[in-house]
Nanobody, 122 residues
Framework: VQLQAFGGGLVQTGGSLRLSCTAS????????MAWFRQAPGKEREFVAA??????YYADSVKGRFTISRDNAKNTVYLQMTSLNAEDTAVYYC??????????????????WGQGTEVTVSS
């Protein structure tokens, strides 16, 4: 089982990026898939998740980020818009079998990608 995340980079405040996470060894449509992020000196935090067709977002990204899934490509995306300095972090994709009450819990996910770095400059 492997998750590969990519798409990070340097972007200016107000810009957009799309992160991708491609899975091998399991089918993303059969799992809950999520994005977490970790800023320097901070704990890894929940960003967004998709499970059984429902999507979930952290309050800090709601309305700016969109998580989606392409079953044919076995890939999950995170479209990020209106980026600001607080979005600077390493972004990790994750897969697992969370239930609704644990969708935002890091320990609910078994599989993790290697992380892709997003830097937002002013």
């Amino acid at each position: 089982v492997q998750l590969q995340a990519f798409g990070g980079g340097l972007v200016q405040t107000g810009g957009s990026l799309r992160l991708s996470c491609t899975a091998s060894g399991f089918t993303v449509s059969n799992y809950g898939m999520a994005w977490f992020r970790q800023a320097p000196g901070k704990e890894r935090e929940f960003v967004a998740a998709i499970r059984l067709g429902s999507t979930y977002y952290a309050d800090s990204v709601k309305g700016r980020f969109t998580i989606s899934r392409d079953n044919a490509k076995n890939t999950v995306y995170l479209q990020m818009t209106s980026l600001n300095a607080e979005d600077t972090a390493v972004y990790y994709c994750a897969g697992g079998r969370p239930i609704t009450s644990t969708i935002r819990v890091r320990d609910a996910y078994n599989y993790w990608g290697q992380g892709t770095e997003v830097t937002v400059s002013s």
